[in-house]
């Protein structure tokens, strides 16, 4: 995240503070539950003043089967997990109302807060994560909303990353009252008196009457603009997904691309690559997942980034059921090392011709002690395998695939390391007319009004940029207004 400046500084409140101030709330009144190892929260409260005036009940069902008996059984026997944080926060909310009469209690402002959490194991192998979330009130008798939250922890020290976990919670529930009109100040509010150093938020989601108005993909693309995490998902559905559970031993083929619009080609390069990808022996198409990646490069090609171009992109990438990752992964080995963390299963990256000239160029690879060497080795782990979609010289009409493509003298031979190693396999069955398909032109077709752009992409994409009028001079006009 970016440095604060000396008055932001000095502007940022203590935790004490906030508790206190939560606490001398007199309608601010709500439960906490801290299962697992997170029990730090609601300990700032009792230290602060009046936490009687905040704290209707707290618990911490430390125990297993005293979990599962007061919120139901997991389906997969596991504790920290979105279910198990959802029914934790819609139990409690369910029961503080119960217990606690509107008549005599009408202008109080009910929540409840959960987390479930599980920190570094003892071999240090583990890093650790949880979930934290709050269902609250706004006004009273309102619909709760919600905000729920995915941390992975990034200290060495189990009594550090729940001192952390207690500072994110006291965050989290003051900004909840106090700072929840603007969801991308939240985001940024949650990271007081903290770094993405310690704690590492992956996933966000806000629900409710208070954030009627929120694209929860752009508070994924908040995370990572603000250098918070390195990559967030969302499916179909335009609700941010967990990575972890998302990817977890699966076996991945990813396309990059600005997807600005989704084009014939891009559509062509999916089909083949994914059925090259599928015919491996070690493949199981029931457990793979086919992710169109973008990075933030991609988003910004004409400077800052513009929230509703993106939000066109995404919106024909989910319509076409396609799962999306945005990333700040500039290099390909990136995505594939972020990838390894969360499978060993087989890896597939569909590229265009041109794309992999760009990766055997060494200027990218300055910054590694290693140099190219060091990220190819990352790269082309065992498992991972580009499926190369052709290219067309226009000048001569050739058509360049891996066995006529065109690397530095320096990388032929690194190169053709990788070719007789079938790391590369050539895309056959193409088609050829999508090989004169350039992105950016039918971008601007569609800003000129040129009706040629529509023999150019898929019928549901042409479809939906009429309907909805995506990408249009007009709609950026809106933006920028």
């Known amino acids: 995240m970016a440095e604060l400046s000396e008055d932001e500084f ?4 203590s935790v004490e503070n906030k508790c206190t101030r939560l606490n001398l709330n007199e309608n601010i009144y709500g439960t906490f539950a801290e299962i697992g190892a997170g029990q730090e929260t609601v300990r700032h409260f009792f230290r602060a003043r009046n936490p009687k005036g905040t704290i209707a ?4 069902a430390y125990d ?11 389906p997969q026997n596991r504790y920290v997990t ?34 479930t959490v599980a920190t570094i194991d003892w071999a240090k192998k583990y890093k ?29 020290n189990a009594s550090q990353q729940q001192i952390s976990l207690g500072i994110m919670g006291v965050n989290l529930i003051y900004a909840a009252f106090y700072q929840s009109n603007d969801p991308k100040v939240l985001i940024k509010k949650l990271y007081d008196h903290l770094s993405t150093d310690k704690i590492e938020i992956d996933s966000i989601n806000f ?5 009627k108005d929120v694209d929860n993909r752009l508070m994924s693309l908040e995370l990572v603009k603000d250098g918070i995490t390195d990559a ?52 199981d198409p029931e457990n793979t997942v086919t992710i169109f990646e973008m990075t933030l490069n991609n988003l910004k090609a004409e400077g800052e980034i513009n929230e509703k171009d993106f939000l066109d992109r995404a919106d024909l990438l989910c319509a076409s059921g396609q799962t999306v990752m945005i990333s700040n992964f500039q290099e390909y080995y990136k995505v594939v090392e972020y990838f390894a963390q969360h499978t060993k299963k087989e890896l597939g990256l569909a590229m265009g011709a041109d794309n992999l000239v ?9 910054h590694l002690s290693g140099g190219i060497l060091e990220a190819f080795g990352k790269l082309f782990f065992k498992s991972l395998k580009v499926y190369l979609y052709p290219m067309l010289d226009e000048k001569t009409g050739e058509i360049i695939d891996s066995s006529n493509l065109k690397v530095h003298p320096r990388m032929r031979e690194l190169y053709n390391f990788f070719i007789d190693n079938n790391k590369v396999i050539d895309i056959t069955e193409y088609d050829r007319d999508s090989l004169e398909i350039h992105p950016r032109k039918v971008y601007e077709m569609i800003r000129e009004g040129n009706p040629q752009w529509e023999e150019m992409v898929p019928g549901l994409t042409a479809k939906m940029i009429k309907e909805k009028n995506l990408f249009s001079k007009e709609r950026a006009s809106e933006n920028e207004a």
Do not use: C
Not at 10 to 13: D, F, G, K, R, Y
Not at 57 to 60: G, M, P, R, V, Y
Not at 128 to 144: A, D, N, S, T, V
Not at 247 to 256: A, G, P
């Open 128 to 156: 650790g994560h949880g979930w934290l979330g709050i269902k609250f009130q706004r006004e009273p008798k309102q619909e709760y909303s919600e905000i729920i939250l995915h941390v992975q922890f990034h200290e060495n």
């Open 358 to 366: 760009d990766i055997f160029n060494e200027k990218y690879y300055r």
């Open 57 to 60: 009940k707290t618990l911490s």
């Open 10 to 13: 000095q502007n940022i409140l």
């Open 82 to 115: 979105e279910s198990r944080l959802k029914g934790m926060i819609d139990y409690e909310a369910t029961l503080i109302e119960k217990r606690l009469s509107r008549k005599k209690y009408p202008d109080k402002l009910f929540f409840s807060y959960a987390n």
């Open 207 to 211: 629900r409710g009457p208070v954030f």
């Open 232 to 283: 967030v998902m969302f499916s179909k559905d335009g609700n941010n997904i967990l990575p972890a559970n998302a990817l977890y031993k699966k076996n991945i083929l990813t396309l990059r691309g600005s997807f600005r619009p989704v084009t014939n080609l891009n559509l062509n390069m999916y089909m083949t690559s994914r059925k090259l990808f599928l015919e491996q022996e070690e493949v």
């Open 64 to 74: 297993k089967d005293f979990s599962d008996a007061i919120y139901g059984l997991d």
